[in-house]
């Protein structure tokens, strides 16, 4: 028998094996990094990862303008295990106003090859997405992620060196702590 328990907890029943899916109503930025951390086993995955120092200003897109070295982190950054595959930077969204008010993701496009945000089902429709960035929707059980919209990809650009230092002494402290347990 097959249950899907509804946002108002009544469920709904039919033939076969017993398993139990439970929509979930509220999802935090912590589920869907989970999520994407497991999808990237096998790639460096480096949840809020910053793009450089944590001080001064620089030039961080395009478009010129400039924004505080410590105002960019992005939610999460992927470097596949291979020269091939692209570097994936994804920006996570749980909240409509979030995804309205933000202007810094403009500045990590040149960090990556790919860039995505990534929120719960439904909640950034496809017309809203700039034509720079892909999405990719939570499933409705929070299990797995749908692309809805494949991000244009961007090899054409060199990745500023300052990500890469920061990645380096990221792992380097993450084999630290496992050297000390």
């Known amino acids: 028998m097959l249950r899907f328990r509804r946002r108002d907890g009544s469920a709904t029943v039919s033939g076969g094996a017993v398993i139990e899916q439970t929509v979930l109503t509220e999802i935090t930025e912590q589920q869907i990094l989970d999520v994407l951390a497991s999808k990237h086993t096998r790639d460096i995955f480096v949840p809020h990862c910053k793009t450089g120092a944590s001080w001064g200003f620089s030039t961080h897109c395009e478009c010129g303008r400039k924004y505080p070295s410590s105002g960019f982190i992005l939610d999460a950054w992927v470097m596949p295990y291979s020269w091939t595959k692209p570097i994936i930077g994804y920006e996570v969204k749980v909240s409509r106003n979030d995804f309205r008010r933000d202007r810094k993701w403009m500045g990590y496009l040149q960090y990556c090859n790919l860039f995505y945000f990534v929120c719960p089902w439904g909640l950034i429709g496809l017309g809203q ?45 993450r084999l630290r702590e496992l050297e000390e347990r």
Request: charged share 20%.
């Open 129 to 173: 997405v700039p034509e720079e960035a892909g999405l990719i929707y939570l499933t409705k059980t929070g299990a797995g992620i749908r692309y809805i919209k494949r991000a244009p990809s961007r090899w054409w650009h060199s990745i500023p060196q300052g990500i890469f230092q920061y990645v380096l002494m990221w792992r380097a402290d």
